[in-house]
């Protein structure tokens, strides 16, 4: 079956540190990836997408992410975290078809 | 002005009334979808239109219903709201010829007590 997984529900980061929210899917073929932000009382901000191409893209925000076929993930990346970047973040995919499923959702507190 | 525009923003009603949340757009987009968010269960799909004449339902369509007006305009209704339809409602939009790049708009609070 088709599936996103976001193993972590919430994750705490000192401002400064590196990030790694993890992003894994179930599907057959390669999809298109993305992820989003929600930052609290918004609505989705795009961060990146992959589609094909260079494995590694790059975002919005000095946000970057990885396609690694070998092992159905889309890992999403920032070398420094800024107080700012405190939100929920979404992986979502595309799974060929016309609908975009999307992971629970990781939480992002960032700590002085 | 939102390029993706919900009203209202915040609702509180009852269980048994009958709600109506709308989304307007100006991205001139064909594609416009209705999405829940629930704590820990992420956004699933409720329902979603490719244009006026087209309606689709997605994974969690029960309870609901909607309405494409025009193209600008995609409108979902609660016929008889019951309190697990509390949730953050998204509205979103894209053009059929992007890959699933949605456009979001800043979401429906709806409380059903």
């Known amino acids: 079956a088709q599936s996103v997984t976001q193993p972590d529900i919430h994750i705490t980061v000192s401002e400064g540190a590196s990030l790694e929210l993890r992003c894994n899917y179930s599907y057959g073929a390669t999809p298109y990836l993305f992820w989003y932000v929600q930052s609290p009382g918004q609505g989705l901000q795009l961060l990146l997408k992959?589609?094909?191409?260079?494995?590694l893209v790059q975002g919005i925000k000095g946000f970057e992410a990885e396609f690694k076929r070998s092992q159905s993930s889309f890992n999403l990346r920032k070398p420094s975290v800024h107080w700012s970047d405190a939100a929920e973040y979404f992986c979502a995919v595309n799974f060929g078809n016309e609908k975009l499923t999307f992971g629970t959702g990781t939480r992002l507190t960032i700590i002085p | 002005d939102a390029d993706v525009t919900q009203t209202p923003r915040n609702r509180i009603t009852k269980t048994g009334k009958r709600i109506m949340l709308e989304c307007s757009q100006t991205k001139g987009h064909d594609r416009m979808y209705w999405y829940r968010q629930d704590p820990g269960l992420g956004l699933r799909l409720i329902y979603y239109s490719f244009d006026v004449k087209d309606i689709n339902k997605g994974e969690i369509s029960d309870g609901y219903s909607v309405s494409r007006q025009a193209q600008a305009k995609f409108s979902l209704s609660l016929e008889s709201a019951i309190p697990n339809q509390t949730a953050l409602y998204f509205c979103?939009?894209?053009?059929?010829?992007?890959?699933?790049?949605?456009?979001f708009g800043a979401g429906s609070r709806l409380t059903v007590l």
């Open positions: 979103a939009t894209r053009n059929s010829g992007g890959a699933n790049v949605l456009t």
């Open positions: 992959y589609f094909s191409g260079d494995t």
